[in-house]
């Protein structure tokens, strides 16, 4: 079955950088669409990045502080987060589909919070 493992989440002061990583496996991972969304409290689980063979797409709240990377030897992605600002805390989660129709999996999630 799909298992998708998320690691990396933490505490860090603004403008500090955290990188995620969600391990897949139970899937062909070098063609299967790779995303990171998050969810902060009392809000809607939102896109962060997605990178799939047809290249990358941020949230415009994101771009130029995260990159979204992928190592299909590992079937691990990764999101590298830098300057951190509180409004990026939320609890992030890996999806991966097929397509963009197709059915989605998610990760158990993983907290990130950034305060001083």
């Known amino acids: 079955q799909v298992q998708l493992v998320e690691s990396g989440g933490g505490l860090v002061q603004p403008g500090g950088s955290l990188r995620l990583s969600c391990a897949a496996s139970g899937i062909i991972f070098s063609s299967n669409i790779m995303g990171w969304y998050r969810q902060a409290p009392g809000k809607q689980r939102e896109l962060v990045a997605r990178i799939s063979n047809a290249g990358t797409k941020y949230a415009d709240a994101v771009k130029g502080r995260f990159t979204i990377s992928r190592d299909n030897a590992k079937n691990t992605v990764y999101l590298q987060m830098n300057s951190l600002t509180p409004e990026d805390t939320a609890v992030y989660y890996c999806?991966?589909?097929?397509?963009?129709?197709?059915?989605?999996?998610w990760g158990q999630g993983t907290q990130v919070t950034v305060s001083s």
């Open positions: 999806n991966t589909q097929t397509t963009l129709f197709s059915h989605a999996y």
